[in-house]
């Protein structure tokens, strides 16, 4: 209560002071439905502290600073590798490997697996030269005079508008500064304005890492000379453009980052040696500022170059002159909201809101904060909304966010579970267009993909290993122990499998999932190998954990899955009669899932999984979530024999594993402990170093593996819509694990396979009311606990339940 007093009175000076701001005053609710992160000081950190914000092509992570405000900029598709780097570079392709697979395949047979390993490290791994990794473009900085004495200071990205507002008084000044990324406009839109007359005075600046100076141009003219520099410049005539032309030195790429000023009050000039220019902004009292980024990868196989990305940039901004600051606004309004305001959450009050965010993130371990809960969620979907956008490369490691020129990883794409998990959450999320990067990278990798699936292990279809790039890195990486992982694409493809369950686009199916899907399962039926009547994936590595095997059950269970959806897909498309019967055939004979010795579902064919195993990696369990082999439902053997497994795995690991653990105690029914997961998925850090057993989350929410990491905050938020609602056996289930914290709440918008939109509201733990938005008129099998109904539905028409699951109203 006495902190709630103390914010409050920042409170009323926002309020006081929003009448600048057209975002309003932050949201200060009571109910712990706060759709805002904030903080009181700036932030000191990026990786922890800093603000995102992105429209999927363009991102930055704002610090809120008062002397010195920075944007750490991002364009996605500046990387460093590919054929710029590599002239022989062949997507990480060696040839030769196949015809060294039948001699390892013996080995893991005859049991001599180090040999195997050794073997597989020579002859199955893939060339690194080339791989490359994703770059900062660089920062944009302002630099402000006379501020001192500081008050009332706050910083906060609110949800609801992905608007990210920092305000404060300084010397007897307001000073408020809006910044938002338009997807339609593709421009960064920063707006400061302060309540004194000629009271903003700032440089404003653009650096880089890498190779390329910052100039002054007038607006797509010359560069200034620079006796000219220093003047005095006339704003109506666009002679106010900064630009930073670059070139990374690895491979060539070329990128272009351009700042201009929009509107201001008071007057512009240049400042800086030539090369190294800056803008000058002085005695003003309103400035914009506009900004793009672009660079010349083209994702077009094989050679990923020849954008005209100057040209394009030319356009963004010419656009953002004759669109202006207010049309800009209603645009990414209206693109953002159009997307966000799909879903509303609410699970409950919490006592705390009113907190600054990083302390509640502090309260949380003690104090339910079913607020929180629901932020973590929406917070998930504005990154999606952010960094996932039709038009570039899908969300990476990092999303689109990353400050160094040696990311972790290199900010790149693991598709052993990282880039699968980014995309659990689009269709609850209701989100679906956040799919389409996702869908065209997985179309383009399939090309080199083929290669793969044919050097390495003589199949057909098409395959890619433990991790790819933006330039078709599809061959295993560079050492066996990690590398091996060819189930890769067929865990991709699930992905597009799960995009048509959602939209129901028949044509998308037909055109774009078929095709790509059965060549994935194609792999599938080459590679298993027949041994004793059962089929065996040989040889198969269980992600990053144990030896070179016969049958790790991961490969297994991608396989049984990709047949199912190819099955289940073709029979909608009534087509491929033949390849199904093959399917199926095929389907029924694959080794597994074994219950070994301890009870546990055993990760590998032989049983000899350790009860004190941590490894973060639970990929035997991929039956159980993300596929539907296994389910308490239809096999409640195998889900007792997951629990077990998830017992003894522990509920630690790194922020990925735990939000993975949320789901499959969801999947398991269990509330109380999918909620416990939440708790350590909720592990307030500060700042960590990489770990592979410390995950948590940081007070700017990222996920932190250590280090940041956002495959957790997308997995997580999917955890909590697995608690409310699961669709993936055939029918949606209501409440299927409903945590005893969220005892109240509703939902207004969770996607539901089959093509629905669910609401519901319900009371002490009870639903009271159902509502479901029948977007493709598929029938409608419900089931609430031991309750269940099934009608059919016409597309647009609302059906209305109540608690009972008795129909009451047809909308
Ligand atoms: C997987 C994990 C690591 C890390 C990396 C990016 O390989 O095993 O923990 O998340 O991806």
């Known amino acids: 209560m006495i902190k709630r007093q103390i914010y409050f009175s920042s409170a009323i000076f926002l309020l006081l002071f929003s009448c600048m701001s057209f975002s309003g005053e932050p949201k200060f609710s009571e109910d712990g439905r706060d759709l805002s992160l904030w903080y009181t000081a700036p932030a000191k950190y990026w990786e922890s502290e800093a603000l995102p914000l992105g429209n999927g092509k363009i991102g930055a992570m704002v610090f809120g600073g008062i002397q010195r405000e920075q944007y750490t900029l991002n364009e996605k598709t500046l990387w460093e590798g590919g054929k710029g780097e590599n002239p022989d570079y062949n997507f990480g392709n060696k040839s030769g490997g196949k015809d060294q ?42 630099e402000f005079e006379g501020q001192g004495g500081v ?9 609801t508008n992905g608007v990210h507002t920092v305000s404060y008084k300084s010397r007897g000044v307001n000073y408020v500064r809006e910044s938002f990324i338009s997807y339609p406009d593709n421009l960064m839109v920063v707006r400061l304005k302060a309540d004194r007359a000629g009271a903003l005075n700032f440089s404003l600046n653009l650096t ?16 200034l000379p620079a006796e000219k520099q220093g003047r005095k410049i006339e704003v109506n005539g666009f002679h106010d453009l900064l630009v930073l032309d670059g070139i990374l030195n690895n491979n060539g790429m070329k990128f272009q980052t351009v700042a201009k000023i929009l509107n201001l009050d008071g007057e512009v ?24 980024a672009a660079t010349d990868y083209l994702h077009q196989y094989p050679d990923y170059t020849g954008r005209d990305y100057r040209g394009d940039n030319s356009k963004v901004i010419q656009n953002g002159v004759d669109v202006g600051y207010k049309a800009l606004l209603d645009n990414h309004l209206a693109d953002y909201e159009g997307l966000f305001d799909r879903v509303d959450l609410s699970l409950g009050n919490s006592e705390v809101a009113g907190y600054p965010t990083d302390v509640r993130l502090h309260m949380y371990q003690d104090k339910a904060d079913p607020g929180l809960d629901a932020l973590i969620f929406q917070y998930a979907r504005y990154l999606m909304i952010s960094s996932s956008r039709a038009g570039s490369l899908p969300a ?8 160094s020129t040696n990311p972790p990883w290199s900010a790149d794409y693991h598709t052993n579970i990282n ?97 790509i899907i059965k060549e994935a399962a194609t792999f599938w039926l080459d590679y298993l190998v027949e041994e004793d009547g059962k089929l065996v994936s040989l040889t198969s590595y269980s992600p990053e954990h144990g030896e070179f095997e016969r049958g790790a059950m991961m490969d297994h269970m991608i396989a049984w899955d990709i047949f199912s959806n190819c099955i289940e897909l073709a029979k909608i498309l009534s087509s491929d009669e033949e390849f199904v019967a093959q399917l199926v055939a095929a389907r029924d004979k694959i080794a597994g899932p074994f219950i070994g010795q301890h009870g546990q579902l055993q990760e590998w064919m032989r049983d000899i999984d350790s009860p004190l195993d941590k490894h973060r990696h639970v990929s035997h369990l991929y039956a159980l979530h993300p596929g539907r082999q296994i389910s308490p439902i239809t096999t ?7 629990k077990v497994s998830l017992e003894f795995r522990g509920d630690g690991g790194t922020g990925w594993s735990r939000a993975w653990k949320i789901n499959f105690w969801a999947r398991l029914g269990d509330g109380d402990r999918a909620y416990k997961l939440m708790k350590s998925f909720l592990n307030p850090l500060k700042k960590a170093k990489m770990n592979y057993g410390a995950g948590g989350i940081y007070h700017n929410l990222f996920c932190s593996h250590p280090p940041f990491q956002i495959d957790g905050n997308f997995g997580a938020a999917a955890g909590i819509a697995e608690m409310l609602v699961q669709s993936h056996m055939g029918f949606i ?79």
């Open 101 to 142: 697979l039948e001699n390892i395949r013996s080995l893991v047979r005859d049991g001599d697996y180090t040999k195997a390993m050794a073997e597989a490290n020579k002859h199955l791994t893939g060339d690194p030269l080339g791989y490359g990794a994703y770059q900062v473009l660089g920062d944009m900085f302002l």
């Open 151 to 159: 008050s009332n200071y706050y910083r906060g990205l609110d949800l």
């Open 269 to 292: 000039s240049v400042g800086g040696e030539v090369n190294s220019q800056y803008l000058e902004i002085a005695d003003s009292s309103e400035v914009v500022i506009i900004l793009t």
């Open 733 to 811: 289930n209501l409440h299927p694990a409903l945590p005893s914290a969220w005892a109240e709440g509703s939902i207004r918008g969770i996607g539901a396979k089959g093509g629905f939109e669910v609401s519901l509201d319900w009371r002490d733990g009870q639903i009271e009311r159902a509502e479901i938005l029948s977007k493709a008129g598929k029938q409608l099998n419900i089931v609430y606990g031991d309750t269940e109904n099934s009608i059919s539905t016409s597309a647009g028409k609302v059906y209305v339940f109540d608690g009972a699951l008795r129909l009451v109203e047809i909308k």
């Open 396 to 403: 990476n490691l990092q999303g689109i966010w990353n400050n």
């Open 636 to 642: 409640p053997e195998f889900a007792d024999a997951a």
């Open 208 to 223: 880089s890492p890498t190779q390329g100076p910052s100039y002054y141009e007038g607006y797509f003219g010359k560069k």
């Open 419 to 515: 880039l699968q998990m980014n995309y659990w959450i689009t269709g609850p999320g209701n989100l679906s267009e956040c799919d389409i990067p996702l869908i065209e990278f997985i179309d383009e990798l399939r090309k080199p993909g083929r290669d793969t699936a044919r050097e390495y292990y003589n199949s057909g279809g098409w395959a890619t290993n433990t991790m790819v790039n933006p330039f078709g890195f599809t061959a295993p990486g560079w050492m066996a122990s990690w590398g091996h992982f060819p189930a890769g694409a067929a865990w991709l493809s699930r992905h597009l499998y799960t995009h048509f369950m959602y939209t129901q686009d028949m044509d998308f199916l037909a055109n774009t999932a078929y095709p």
